[in-house]
């Protein structure tokens, strides 16, 4: 059976390829909610699939068992799936899936399968990396592209990053060698919550592809959740003065543009913090 199956395939017009994977580059899973949440306003439909099964080790992603309405058992493995939608004055092919573990080459030879037979001008993938950023400052989106007629077309800078790399990492270099031009979206999210959901990133990636893409979409609901996300880390913040005084510092240095934060200096972990969020959370819960 072949790893890349089609259900059928759609008529666009010059489309446009968002990319986004759940994994090492979905800090607070604001790539894969951002794509999923484009594809839910754009009413998007499922036209093709990359099997799980020659690409996981499943005893590190393990499949889900769910109950159907009649109480029978189902296997949900990890998906990847391709979606087709118009929004005003673009078709789109959008990918949403997340990172695999085995054969890469093999896995990005699908989605340049998809790409070429539907005639993709370009792609944009989405990420968002943990890093020294404060949770209560606008996320910062970093653009970056190989391509020079993207670079001038939306302002991104070629990358410099040099180390170890992920899927998209990978999945750029292997569309470049075929032709087709594509750019990277990365969200930066604060390294103090690494396992919290960012809507704030979220909205960040969503409104930075809807600005590149010339179009808009309705983003009320990422605002309300991201105002609450905000509320409730700076309560967490609050009540540790270390933790309160490391994000201070990260304050003064977007608004001033200087490194003031002492990279020596003994500041909670991430994780730590992260376990407290959680605990917060969960109480607030029990308290609605």
Known sequence: ??????????????????VAFQGWTDAGGAASSAATYLAEAWNA?????????????????????RLDAEGGREIVWPENRFLAASAPGQDLVLLVGAEPHLRWRAFCQCVIEVATSLEVQSVVTLGAMLTDVPHTRAVPVRGSTTDTRLAERFAMARPRYEGPTGIVGVLSSALARVGIPSASLMAQVPHYVPSTPSPKATLALVERVTGLLGTRVATRSLELASVAYEHEVSEVVAADDDIAGYVHQLEARTEHGDDVVDPLEEIPSGDALAEELERFLREQDGQA
Do not use: C, G, N
């Not at 059928?8 to 446009?16: A, E, F, G, S």
């Not at 499922?46 to 889900?64: G, K, L, M, N, V």
């Open 45 to 65: 439909w499922p036209f093709a699939s990359i099997d799980a099964e020659e690409f996981y080790d499943f005893t590190s992603q393990r499949p889900h068992v």
């Open 1 to 18: 059976m072949d790893a890349l199956q089609w259900r059928k395939r759609p008529t666009l017009k010059q489309p446009v390829m968002l």
